[in-house]
């Protein structure tokens, strides 16, 4: 079964300063994965999502995820972080091959922004 | 476009009390599921229905039933709360497959204590 791995509960960073978010997929099948973003007291909000072709793939935001087959990875990067980005953001993925109904979430990174 | 709405959106039970979550989608989606996320677990599905008049198990269904009578609605219920029903309840939906080709839209979530 497939799981999702998300190494870091919460990651503070300064503001304007690079920020990765780590994520980690179980299976090496041919997957969808998928970056949600949850602001506070809303709920989840799909950010950016790989589905086949390119392997990096951009939100409107300015985050940028890249598919790494070799390393079942898909983290997410941002190269200057602003204090309207704090929120959790969750990892997921489901499977292209069975073409699951289900999606499996990671636990969730919170990302603080420091002043 | 009110999207995925979900009423109510706060509630204090009693252990032992019965209630009914609704949502309530206006996207024509055939895909609807129930989440609950709780501090450092993540999003685990309960249920999920792939179309009018069904219904399938999720990671966590037990404590839950659910009815999907209509197409735009999905009905989470809990016939005799627990207290470790207390959670954060999330309702989406999406066109297809979850997994597939296609964004989950999501509602603003439900806060749930039960006392």
């Known amino acids: 079964a497939q799981s999702v791995t998300q190494l870091d509960s919460q990651v503070p960073v300064f503001e304007e300063a690079p920020v990765e978010l780590r994520c980690n997929y179980s299976?090496?099948?041919?997957?969808?994965l998928f970056w949600y973003v949850q602001y506070p007291n809303q709920g989840l909000q799909l950010l950016l999502k790989?589905?086949?072709?390119?392997?990096l793939v951009k939100s409107i935001n300015g985050f940028e995820a890249e598919f790494n087959k070799s390393q079942t990875s898909f983290h997410l990067r941002k190269p200057s972080v602003h204090i309207s980005d704090t929120a959790e953001y969750f990892c997921a993925v489901s499977d292209r091959v069975n073409r699951d109904d289900k999606i499996i979430f990671g636990k969730g990174t919170r990302l603080h922004i420091l002043p | 476009n009110a999207g995925v709405t979900q009423t109510p959106k706060f509630r204090v039970l009693k252990t032992g009390q019965s209630m009914t979550l609704l949502c309530a989608q206006d996207?024509?989606?055939?895909?609807m599921y129930w989440y609950r996320q709780d501090p450092g677990m993540g999003l685990r599905l309960i249920h999920y229905s792939v179309g009018e008049g069904t219904t399938a198990k999720g990671e966590v269904p037990d404590g839950y039933n659910v009815s999907r009578l209509k197409k735009q609605n999905f009905l989470l219920g809990l016939e005799s709360a627990a207290p470790s029903q207390t959670s954060v309840y999330f309702c989406?939906?999406?066109?297809?497959?979850?997994?597939?080709?296609?964004?989950?839209?999501f509602g603003q979530g439900t806060r749930l204590t039960v006392v």
């Open positions: 299976s090496s099948v041919s997957v969808y």
């Open positions: 989406a939906s999406s066109l297809v497959t979850f997994g597939a080709n296609t964004e989950a839209f």
């Open positions: 790989y589905l086949s072709g390119s392997t």
């Open positions: 996207m024509n989606h055939e895909y």
